[in-house]
Structures are given as structure tokens and as C-alpha cells.
């Protein structure tokens, strides 16, 4: 079973930067894809980014894009969320998420505890 781990959220100020780390634990991200989720009060949650761990092509929301990067690094078994420029609209509860490549149409299978993200104005 894969059991992803997050860290790295906080309280900022508008324009500020956060780096999220996502890491697994009980098995390789190898041959996975690994989502970034955040879910605001009120509003349904969302995928923020996303990365094939093994071919590196990779999805952003529109809202993110250019402010949010996700990377991962193999040999810490690690996924990244840059953000950059936060904004307000930005803070959120955010979850990292993991499936198998051909089970994705049936959505994530493998969550995160969640790490809240406030971004002040």
C-alpha cells in the first residue's frame, strides 16, 4: 500500500512563497502518478497539479499555472510543490494523492493527512 506523507504548509502573506513535499512511505512512487488536491472552506476540493512519477509529463490547474511547479526527485522518493506568488484564494487544505497510471479514471486511490496552506492578504 502507498501511504503519502505531506509537509511543508503555513500561514503566509499574499506573494509569498511555500514548498510542499510529498513523501511516500511503504513504496516506490515509481510507476505512479502523484496529484496535489487542495480543498478551500466551502468549495469542492480540486486537482492543483499533478506528475506521472516515472515519465514526468505533468497537469496544472489553470489558476495555478506559472506560479505553481511540481517536481519530484527519484532518488529522495519525493514529489514538490513549488508555489510561488501566492495569492488569498490560494489557502486550503492541501492533499497529496497517488494511482496507478491505469486506474486513474477511477480517481485516486491513495491520500495524504493534508497540510493547511493560508495565504493572508
Known amino acids: 500500500q502507498m501511504l503519502p506523507v505531506e509537509s511543508g504548509g503555513g500561514s503566509v502573506q499574499a506573494g509569498d512563497s511555500l514548498r510542499l513535499s510529498c513523501a511516500a512511505s511503504?513504496?516506490?512512487?515509481?510507476?505512479?502518478?502523484v496529484g496535489w488536491f487542495r480543498q478551500a472552506a466551502g468549495k469542492e476540493r480540486e486537482n492543483v497539479a499533478a506528475?506521472?512519477?516515472?515519465?514526468?509529463?505533468?497537469y496544472y490547474l489553470d489558476s495555478v499555472k506559472g506560479r505553481f511547479d511540481i517536481t519530484r526527485d527519484s532518488a529522495k522518493n519525493t514529489v514538490y510543490l513549488q508555489m510561488n506568488s501566492l495569492k488569498p484564494e490560494d489557502t486550503g487544505v492541501y492533499y497529496c494523492?497517488?494511482?496507478?497510471?491505469?486506474?486513474?479514471?477511477?480517481?485516486?486511490?491513495?491520500w495524504g493527512q493534508g497540510t493547511q496552506v493560508t495565504v493572508s492578504s
Open positions: 494523492a497517488v494511482v496507478k497510471p491505469e486506474r486513474l479514471s477511477g480517481g485516486y486511490d491513495f
Open positions: 511503504g513504496r516506490s512512487f515509481n510507476g505512479y502518478i
Open positions: 506528475i506521472n512519477f516515472s515519465g514526468y509529463s505533468t
